[in-house]
Protein backbone atom coordinates (compact mmCIF):
# COMPACT_ATOMS: atom_id res chain seq x y z
CA UNK A 1 0.00 0.00 0.00
CA UNK A 2 0.99 3.70 -0.54
CA UNK A 3 1.05 6.02 2.19
CA UNK A 4 -0.81 8.88 1.60
CA UNK A 5 1.38 12.21 0.62
CA UNK A 6 0.11 15.81 0.38
CA UNK A 7 2.14 19.10 -0.36
CA UNK A 8 1.42 22.14 1.46
CA UNK A 9 -0.81 23.62 -1.23
CA UNK A 10 -3.41 20.83 -1.80
CA UNK A 11 -3.43 20.55 2.38
CA UNK A 12 -4.33 24.48 2.04
CA UNK A 13 -6.61 24.09 -0.80
CA UNK A 14 -8.76 21.47 0.95
CA UNK A 15 -8.75 23.22 4.15
CA UNK A 16 -9.16 26.63 3.18
CA UNK A 17 -6.10 28.34 4.64
CA UNK A 18 -4.40 31.21 4.26
CA UNK A 19 -1.25 30.53 2.60
CA UNK A 20 1.88 32.42 1.77
CA UNK A 21 4.74 29.95 2.27
CA UNK A 22 7.96 29.75 0.29
CA UNK A 23 7.38 26.10 -0.83
CA UNK A 24 4.08 25.16 -1.65
CA UNK A 25 5.01 21.77 -3.45
CA UNK A 26 6.66 20.78 0.07
CA UNK A 27 5.59 17.09 0.58
CA UNK A 28 4.10 16.08 4.19
CA UNK A 29 3.90 12.32 5.00
CA UNK A 30 2.73 12.25 8.64
CA UNK A 31 -0.15 14.19 10.69
CA UNK A 32 1.05 14.84 14.62
CA UNK A 33 -1.00 16.53 17.56
CA UNK A 34 1.58 15.72 20.36
CA UNK A 35 4.67 18.05 19.92
CA UNK A 36 6.28 15.70 22.17
CA UNK A 37 6.71 13.41 19.37
CA UNK A 38 9.83 12.94 17.06
CA UNK A 39 8.63 12.31 13.28
CA UNK A 40 11.13 10.17 11.01
CA UNK A 41 8.97 11.86 8.26
CA UNK A 42 8.22 15.37 7.07
CA UNK A 43 5.00 16.39 9.58
CA UNK A 44 1.89 18.56 9.96
CA UNK A 45 1.53 20.11 13.22
CA UNK A 46 -2.25 20.36 13.89
CA UNK A 47 -1.90 23.29 16.92
CA UNK A 48 -5.47 22.07 18.17
CA UNK A 49 -6.79 23.73 21.67
CA UNK A 50 -7.46 21.42 23.98
CA UNK A 51 -9.26 20.98 27.60
CA UNK A 52 -5.68 20.23 28.43
CA UNK A 53 -4.05 23.52 26.47
CA UNK A 54 -3.38 25.28 23.35
CA UNK A 55 -1.27 23.32 20.69
CA UNK A 56 0.07 26.92 19.35
CA UNK A 57 2.16 26.96 22.41
CA UNK A 58 4.29 23.94 20.94
CA UNK A 59 4.82 25.35 18.05
CA UNK A 60 8.77 25.06 18.32
CA UNK A 61 8.95 22.13 20.02
CA UNK A 62 7.33 20.31 17.07
CA UNK A 63 9.32 22.01 14.96
CA UNK A 64 12.53 20.92 16.97
CA UNK A 65 10.86 17.52 16.49
CA UNK A 66 10.23 17.00 12.69
CA UNK A 67 7.15 18.97 11.89
CA UNK A 68 8.22 21.30 8.92
CA UNK A 69 4.54 23.15 8.54
CA UNK A 70 1.50 23.53 10.45
CA UNK A 71 -2.27 24.32 11.05
CA UNK A 72 -2.97 27.33 13.20
CA UNK A 73 -5.18 30.17 13.44
CA UNK A 74 -3.94 33.21 13.20
CA UNK A 75 -3.26 34.71 16.60
CA UNK A 76 -1.88 31.80 17.72
CA UNK A 77 0.75 31.35 14.92
CA UNK A 78 1.56 35.57 15.65
CA UNK A 79 1.61 34.87 19.56
CA UNK A 80 4.03 31.59 19.06
CA UNK A 81 5.69 31.95 15.96
CA UNK A 82 8.89 29.38 14.77
CA UNK A 83 11.38 30.64 11.92
CA UNK A 84 11.21 28.40 9.50
CA UNK A 85 8.28 26.62 9.89
CA UNK A 86 5.54 27.25 7.71
CA UNK A 87 1.77 28.29 8.90
CA UNK A 88 -1.65 27.21 7.08
CA UNK A 89 -3.66 29.96 8.95
CA UNK A 90 -7.49 28.85 9.73
CA UNK A 91 -10.15 30.05 11.43
CA UNK A 92 -10.77 26.75 13.04
CA UNK A 93 -8.05 24.12 13.60
CA UNK A 94 -10.64 21.15 14.58
CA UNK A 95 -13.12 22.11 11.80
CA UNK A 96 -9.82 22.16 9.27
CA UNK A 97 -8.94 18.78 10.56
CA UNK A 98 -12.06 17.53 9.80
CA UNK A 99 -12.54 18.98 6.57
CA UNK A 100 -8.78 17.46 5.95
CA UNK A 101 -10.39 13.94 7.21
CA UNK A 102 -13.38 14.49 4.72
CA UNK A 103 -11.47 14.85 1.77
CA UNK A 104 -9.46 12.17 2.13
CA UNK A 105 -12.34 10.06 2.91
CA UNK A 106 -14.18 11.44 -0.18
CA UNK A 107 -11.13 10.07 -2.65
CA UNK A 108 -11.47 6.89 -1.40
CA UNK A 109 -13.57 4.39 -3.46
CA UNK A 110 -13.47 0.93 -1.44
CA UNK A 111 -15.84 -0.32 1.50
CA UNK A 112 -15.66 1.21 4.45
CA UNK A 113 -16.51 -0.77 7.70
CA UNK A 114 -17.69 1.88 10.60
CA UNK A 115 -17.52 -0.33 13.94
CA UNK A 116 -19.38 1.74 17.10
CA UNK A 117 -20.77 0.94 20.77
CA UNK A 118 -20.22 0.81 24.06
CA UNK A 119 -17.58 -2.15 24.57
CA UNK A 120 -15.80 -4.73 22.05
CA UNK A 121 -14.96 -2.47 19.27
CA UNK A 122 -11.02 -2.70 19.45
CA UNK A 123 -11.64 -6.79 20.03
CA UNK A 124 -14.00 -6.68 16.53
CA UNK A 125 -11.71 -4.69 14.46
CA UNK A 126 -8.49 -6.70 15.08
CA UNK A 127 -10.65 -10.02 14.83
CA UNK A 128 -12.40 -8.77 11.35
CA UNK A 129 -9.07 -7.75 10.27
CA UNK A 130 -7.16 -11.12 11.42
CA UNK A 131 -10.15 -13.33 9.98
CA UNK A 132 -10.10 -10.82 6.43
CA UNK A 133 -5.93 -12.09 6.13
CA UNK A 134 -5.75 -9.06 3.35
CA UNK A 135 -2.36 -7.27 4.50
CA UNK A 136 -3.99 -4.33 1.94
CA UNK A 137 -6.71 -3.67 4.59
CA UNK A 138 -6.39 -0.64 6.91
CA UNK A 139 -7.29 -0.16 10.06
CA UNK A 140 -7.30 2.33 13.18
CA UNK A 141 -4.56 1.92 15.27
CA UNK A 142 -5.28 0.51 18.56
CA UNK A 143 -8.13 2.06 20.10
CA UNK A 144 -8.40 5.48 18.10
CA UNK A 145 -11.55 6.10 18.08
CA UNK A 146 -12.18 9.58 19.94
CA UNK A 147 -12.84 12.96 18.08
CA UNK A 148 -9.17 13.46 17.78
CA UNK A 149 -8.22 9.13 16.49
CA UNK A 150 -11.19 9.30 14.28
CA UNK A 151 -9.53 11.95 11.95
CA UNK A 152 -6.15 10.84 12.39
CA UNK A 153 -6.63 7.28 11.75
CA UNK A 154 -8.47 7.84 8.35
CA UNK A 155 -5.80 10.59 7.14
CA UNK A 156 -3.69 7.34 7.54
CA UNK A 157 -5.24 4.81 5.58
CA UNK A 158 -4.09 4.70 2.18
CA UNK A 159 -6.12 5.35 -1.50
CA UNK A 160 -4.93 2.22 -2.32
CA UNK A 161 -6.07 -0.21 0.38
CA UNK A 162 -8.67 -2.68 0.10
CA UNK A 163 -10.80 -1.28 2.78
CA UNK A 164 -11.29 0.74 5.78
CA UNK A 165 -11.95 -0.60 9.30
CA UNK A 166 -12.68 2.34 11.51
CA UNK A 167 -13.59 2.40 14.83
CA UNK A 168 -15.84 5.42 16.66
CA UNK A 169 -16.60 6.76 19.69
CA UNK A 170 -18.91 9.14 21.01
CA UNK A 171 -19.02 10.24 25.09
CA UNK A 172 -21.42 12.89 24.59
CA UNK A 173 -24.50 14.23 22.94
CA UNK A 174 -23.48 15.58 19.36
CA UNK A 175 -20.34 14.52 19.22
CA UNK A 176 -21.65 11.39 16.19
CA UNK A 177 -22.41 14.55 14.53
CA UNK A 178 -18.63 15.10 13.78
CA UNK A 179 -18.66 12.17 11.68
CA UNK A 180 -21.90 11.42 10.08
CA UNK A 181 -21.64 13.89 7.31
CA UNK A 182 -18.27 12.41 5.90
CA UNK A 183 -17.55 9.20 7.13
CA UNK A 184 -19.93 7.55 4.69
CA UNK A 185 -19.85 3.66 5.74
CA UNK A 186 -20.39 1.18 3.49
CA UNK A 187 -21.19 -1.62 6.42
CA UNK A 188 -21.86 -0.85 9.93
CA UNK A 189 -21.28 -3.22 13.37
CA UNK A 190 -22.76 -2.20 15.98
CA UNK A 191 -21.25 -4.13 19.43
CA UNK A 192 -24.05 -3.40 21.84
CA UNK A 193 -25.22 -0.78 24.36
CA UNK A 194 -23.59 -0.39 27.72
CA UNK A 195 -23.93 2.37 30.42
CA UNK A 196 -20.18 4.03 29.10
CA UNK A 197 -21.03 7.69 29.36
CA UNK A 198 -24.73 7.71 29.71
CA UNK A 199 -24.31 11.18 32.02
CA UNK A 200 -23.18 12.73 28.44
CA UNK A 201 -26.68 11.60 27.01
CA UNK A 202 -30.58 12.40 28.15
CA UNK A 203 -31.60 9.29 28.22
CA UNK A 204 -30.12 5.56 26.77
CA UNK A 205 -32.28 5.53 24.47
CA UNK A 206 -30.64 9.01 22.86
CA UNK A 207 -27.49 7.78 23.23
CA UNK A 208 -28.57 4.60 21.40
CA UNK A 209 -29.91 6.93 18.42
CA UNK A 210 -26.98 9.07 18.16
CA UNK A 211 -24.65 5.78 17.51
CA UNK A 212 -27.26 4.50 14.62
CA UNK A 213 -27.12 7.66 13.20
CA UNK A 214 -23.68 6.84 11.70
CA UNK A 215 -24.91 4.17 9.96
CA UNK A 216 -27.37 6.06 8.11
CA UNK A 217 -27.35 5.38 4.20
CA UNK A 218 -24.93 2.26 4.97
CA UNK A 219 -25.48 -0.99 2.83
CA UNK A 220 -25.84 -3.46 5.82
CA UNK A 221 -25.80 -3.59 9.41
CA UNK A 222 -24.37 -6.00 11.82
CA UNK A 223 -25.70 -5.83 15.43
CA UNK A 224 -25.15 -7.71 18.02
CA UNK A 225 -27.96 -9.68 19.65
CA UNK A 226 -28.89 -7.69 23.49
CA UNK A 227 -31.78 -5.93 24.83
CA UNK A 228 -30.95 -3.11 22.51
CA UNK A 229 -31.33 -4.94 18.96
CA UNK A 230 -35.77 -3.68 19.00
CA UNK A 231 -34.09 -0.03 19.55
CA UNK A 232 -32.28 -0.78 16.80
CA UNK A 233 -34.28 -2.51 14.36
CA UNK A 234 -37.09 0.34 15.06
CA UNK A 235 -34.25 2.96 13.50
CA UNK A 236 -32.39 1.46 10.76
CA UNK A 237 -32.74 -1.77 9.15
CA UNK A 238 -30.22 -4.41 10.38
CA UNK A 239 -29.05 -8.08 10.66
CA UNK A 240 -29.12 -9.14 14.67
CA UNK A 241 -26.20 -11.34 15.06
CA UNK A 242 -26.57 -14.28 17.23
CA UNK A 243 -23.49 -15.45 19.50
CA UNK A 244 -24.95 -18.77 20.96
CA UNK A 245 -22.26 -20.70 22.74
CA UNK A 246 -20.33 -23.43 21.63
CA UNK A 247 -20.56 -22.76 17.54
CA UNK A 248 -21.46 -20.43 15.42
CA UNK A 249 -22.61 -21.26 11.59
CA UNK A 250 -21.52 -19.77 8.27
CA UNK A 251 -23.86 -18.67 5.55
CA UNK A 252 -21.78 -21.64 4.00
CA UNK A 253 -22.35 -23.89 6.70
CA UNK A 254 -18.74 -23.76 7.83
CA UNK A 255 -18.94 -24.11 11.03
CA UNK A 256 -16.67 -22.13 14.36
CA UNK A 257 -16.33 -22.99 17.83
CA UNK A 258 -16.85 -19.67 19.41
CA UNK A 259 -15.81 -19.33 23.51
CA UNK A 260 -18.03 -20.64 25.55
CA UNK A 261 -17.07 -18.56 29.12
CA UNK A 262 -16.96 -15.28 28.27
CA UNK A 263 -20.66 -13.81 26.68
CA UNK A 264 -18.71 -10.56 25.17
CA UNK A 265 -15.82 -12.95 23.44
CA UNK A 266 -18.40 -14.69 22.06
CA UNK A 267 -20.59 -11.90 20.59
CA UNK A 268 -17.36 -10.12 19.53
CA UNK A 269 -16.05 -13.18 17.75
CA UNK A 270 -19.45 -13.62 15.87
CA UNK A 271 -19.59 -10.19 15.02
CA UNK A 272 -16.38 -10.38 13.19
CA UNK A 273 -17.41 -14.03 11.49
CA UNK A 274 -20.71 -12.54 10.11
CA UNK A 275 -18.63 -9.13 8.79
CA UNK A 276 -16.29 -11.56 6.75
CA UNK A 277 -18.97 -13.14 4.92
CA UNK A 278 -21.19 -9.50 4.62
CA UNK A 279 -17.46 -8.23 2.77
CA UNK A 280 -17.55 -10.86 0.64
CA UNK A 281 -14.65 -13.07 2.12
CA UNK A 282 -13.52 -16.75 3.56
CA UNK A 283 -12.76 -16.59 7.33
CA UNK A 284 -9.19 -16.54 7.37
CA UNK A 285 -7.55 -18.76 10.39
CA UNK A 286 -10.13 -18.48 12.89
CA UNK A 287 -8.55 -20.25 15.46
CA UNK A 288 -5.64 -18.07 15.58
CA UNK A 289 -7.39 -14.88 16.10
CA UNK A 290 -6.31 -12.26 18.22
CA UNK A 291 -8.30 -11.90 21.50
CA UNK A 292 -6.58 -10.07 24.42
CA UNK A 293 -7.85 -8.52 27.52
CA UNK A 294 -11.49 -6.55 27.11
CA UNK A 295 -11.84 -3.31 28.29
CA UNK A 296 -14.36 -0.81 28.56
CA UNK A 297 -14.48 1.55 25.06
CA UNK A 298 -16.19 4.67 24.51
Given at each position: MTAPRWTLSHVAALIGADFAAAMPNLELSRMATDSR????????????????????????EAFERGCVAAVGTAEGSAQYAVE???????DDVWKALF???????????????????????TSVKEQLAHLLGDPTVARSPRSYNSML????????????????????GISEAGDMARFTSWLNPTLGIFTGLGDAHDAGFASREAKLAEKMSLFRGVKQLLVADGPWSPGVQGVLPSEIVQSQAGQWVGPDGQRFAVPVESEAERSNAALAL???????????????????????ER
Open positions: TTQTEPALFWALTTPSGDGHRHLNGMHVLVVRFAAAHRAAYRGPVVAITGSNGKGVPLSVLQFPLDASMWLVEVAATYALGRTPHDFDSRPRGPLRL
